[in-house]
């Protein structure tokens, strides 16, 4: 009925709409309907916690052998770590929970996938149909709530509408751009008798996603590619999500243009590769922010030409034409025009621009080369390159740890970070040489994801190290987690980066606000005056909160300790493991651009500007 996104990384759970497996069960609930829907658009996994509205539909889980339910401590919990499985699974993630503040603690998680396109469904339990509008017990209008941040959202008040509401979520959120689906079910409908029938047709009339790009729009991007002397291919996270990174790598070595992935796209195109250069934004690299800047041609690929790149829009690469690729037509034009816009999936736009770009090539059209671009970016690559300082007071850096967490952790293990200095370490010092290895909340930025986050994703990998390296301003919102963990036999590591603040907000203090620390400490209360307290006498203490949830901690205070604690901890896997890395708490994100400035104006390291020479427009 409506075209199905092709290639996901991972094989995505498909609703079933014809073959053998046709079934027809009569006089079951809608809650087992519910269930038995689960199992069939594939299902494995629902992070959640019962209550009244939607406790129907926990009766019958309770008997099926292929839903697999894992009770959080928290429903935003239940909502992240639904994110966190379907990034490390492709798959569709799936959390539960029920109505009024059930479900209006999910509404954070839901904007989280709704800004990074992740595929969700969210299942919500409504007051009896009935009682709809009249501001009954545990009553809330999710469905206009969760509106504006989810991809769609429906209302079932009749039972034999579940198994085609089903199917039509998970359709929805797995095709085209991914995205949160919610669907709020009355308690009636999961009480009511029906006959249980699959597979349903569905009904979506106007749902038809472009895959296919125009052919037309590929030769002139084509011709566009060839003829630049600056190009550089912009690479954002639908390359992740339609399941590219294969096509990205022969496009690049085909071109032999300079990649930038953006922090959502890390890990599709290997952070080792000679043509990679680095991480574009407020805190990109040197490298990947000016060659943006100086670029004749940027071939924009699943990206949305966020304002954490383009820093001021109006002076974002003045001298550049734009390809612009996406599924998604709302994106193209929405913040740059366009010279070349290509509506499609990612997979079937590279593979198609490779092709052209290679008739080109067999015509004679294959330009000048970029010997003088890549002298250019190879003088900044060596001149500018991504470093810290290591403190004076012999305390841990807090770059040092994420650094060597990557370096020690086994190969394919997936981090996830929170959101603040650390994700921005995170993603800087841990190399990216696989799709799905970095999990994180770019748009939202949401502040206590990574620990359920990790959960989720390791519950869709068991067989996979799992990493969430988290700041201890994080840390403190959503680690009730760890005791789902510990209940679940969900062994994930975390990396706690406890410098006793806010760590990003205190950079902007510093910067911006004269050095006036108006609550940003965390360790101790005003009267402390900002002075850091001993480790063991911080509240709370890290080491014992994680072994009140059942987990293995340590504390690492001194940089002569750090790989023994991390090795350490990589050989726990029977339980959670948490270190609490106690870190300078002074350290700074580099480079940086500020808030509302141009890209031109990065800053390499505490209001240095980089000096580029003459690389205007020729």
Not at 323 to 338: C, L, M, S, W, Y
Not at 434 to 454: D, E, H, I, K, R
Not at 591 to 615: H, Y
Request: glycine share 10%.
């Amino acid at each position: 009925m409506t075209e199905q996104a092709s290639g996901a990384h991972h094989p995505q759970p498909r609703p079933r709409t014809s073959g053998p497996q046709s079934v027809a069960v009569e006089n079951v609930t809608g809650a087992q309907s519910l269930i038995r829907s689960l199992e069939e658009v594939g299902a494995d996994t629902v992070f959640g916690i019962p209550g009244g509205a939607i406790l129907p539909a926990y009766d019958p889980m309770m008997d099926s052998t292929r839903v697999r339910h894992i009770l959080v401590r928290h429903e935003q919990g239940a909502g992240h770590a639904a994110t966190g499985y379907a990034q490390a699974t492709g798959k569709v993630g799936v959390c539960m929970a029920t109505s009024g503040p059930g479900a209006t603690n999910l509404v954070t998680p839901i904007a989280d996938a709704h800004m990074d396109s992740v595929p969700l469904v969210a299942i919500t339990g409504q007051v009896a149909s009935k009682a709809i509008g009249t501001d009954a017990f545990q009553e809330a209008d999710i469905v206009g709530i969760t509106m504006p941040i989810t991809k769609h959202n429906f209302l079932v008040t009749k039972a034999e509408d579940i198994p085609r509401t089903i199917a039509e979520a998970f359709h929805i959120a797995s095709t085209g751009r991914p995205g949160p689906v919610l669907v709020d079910i009355a308690k009636d409908a999961l009480q009511a008798r029906t006959t249980f029938s699959w597979p349903p047709q569905q009904e979506l009339p106007g749902y038809r996603p472009v895959t296919k790009p125009h052919a037309k729009q590929i030769r002139e991007a084509a011709k566009l590619i060839t003829a630049a002397k600056r190009p550089v291919l912009y690479v954002g996270g639908g390359v992740i999500k339609a399941g590219a990174t294969a096509e990205l790598k022969v496009l690049a070595e085909l071109t032999s243009a300079p990649v930038t992935t953006t922090l959502m796209a890390l890990g599709a195109f290997p952070d080792s590769h000679p043509l990679h250069v680095g991480m574009p934004g407020m805190h990109g690299a040197v490298t990947a922010v000016t060659a943006l800047q100086k670029a004749d041609l940027i071939v924009a690929l699943g990206a949305r030409f966020d304002d954490r790149v383009t820093g001021k829009l109006d002076s974002f690469a003045p001298h550049a034409k734009i390809v612009h690729a996406d599924i998604d037509p709302a994106e193209i034009g929405k913040n740059r025009t366009a010279d070349v816009p290509i509506v499609g999936d990612a997979r079937e736009v590279i593979a198609d621009l490779v092709q052209a770009i290679q008739a080109e090539h067999t015509a004679g059209h294959t330009g000048k080369g970029y010997a003088a671009w890549w002298a250019d970016l190879n003088r900044w690559r060596e001149t500018y390159p991504l470093g810290y300082d290591h403190p004076d007071n012999g305390q841990l850096s807090p770059q040092q740890v994420i650094e060597r967490v990557g370096q020690l952790a086994p190969e394919g293990t997936i981090f996830a970070a929170g959101v603040g200095q650390h994700q921005m370490w995170a993603a800087h010092f841990i190399q990216y040489e696989q799709p799905a290895t970095w999990l994180n909340s770019g748009g939202a930025g949401t502040m206590g994801y990574a620990v359920p986050a990790a959960m989720g994703a390791k519950a869709g990998q068991p067989e996979r190290t799992v990493w969430a390296i988290d700041g201890d301003g994080c840390f403190q919102m959503t680690n009730q987690e760890l005791t789902t963990c510990a209940l679940n036999n969900i062994p994930i590591k975390v990396a706690i980066i406890n410098n006793g603040a806010l760590g990003m907000v205190r950079q902007w203090q510093t910067l911006f606000y004269n050095q006036r620390y108006s609550n940003t400490v965390l360790h101790s209360g005003p009267e402390a005056d900002g002075k850091q307290p001993s480790a063991g006498t911080r509240v709370p203490d890290f080491v014992k909160l994680s072994e009140a949830m059942g987990c293995y901690a340590i504390r690492c205070e001194d940089p002569a300790d750090l790989d023994k604690v991390i090795a350490e901890a990589n050989a726990v896997n029977d339980r959670p493991v948490v270190i609490d890395f106690i870190v300078h708490e002074d350290a700074q994100v580099w480079p940086m651009v500020a808030a509302g400035t141009s890209n031109d104006e990065v800053m390499a390291a505490r209001g240095v500007r980089p000096d580029f020479g003459d690389n205007e427009d020729d």
